[in-house]
């Protein structure tokens, strides 16, 4: 019942920079959180960042903390990850997730289908 869409992902040079999109859209106040997370080649899926829909409170995984930021538009239920100073260990797919829940990086009902973060050295 919800349906979460990402965009923005491409191949940029290390230190560069990418602003990835997550338009949510359904039975959104099903959810008190959003989130991303991303999932390199051969590795399992982590957590980056998470916000609160309500609060706007922000959560960040201690690889990406300085370097991304999560932001929301609640009018337009819209999540965007900022991401300054990219590495090629960012490299990755990153997905969109949504869930209603206590813990920020617990587990997420719903997932976009993710867009690819290349970064070159």
């Known amino acids: 019942q919800v349906q979460l869409v990402e965009s923005g992902g491409g191949l940029v040079q290390a230190g560069g920079s990418l602003r990835l999109s997550c338009a949510a859209s359904g039975r959104t106040v099903w959810t008190n959180h959003m989130a991303w997370f991303r999932q390199a080649p051969g590795k399992e899926r982590e957590f980056v960042a998470a916000?609160?829909?309500?609060?706007?409170?922000?959560y960040y995984a201690d690889s990406v903390t300085g370097r991304f930021t999560i932001s929301r538009d609640t009018a337009t239920n819209t999540v965007y990850l900022q991401t300054n100073n990219l590495k090629p260990e960012d490299t990755a797919v990153y997905y969109c997730a949504a869930g209603w829940l206590r813990d920020p990086k617990g587990n997420y009902d719903y997932w976009g289908q993710g867009t690819q973060v290349t970064v070159s050295s």
């Open positions: 916000i609160s829909r309500g609060s706007g409170q922000t």
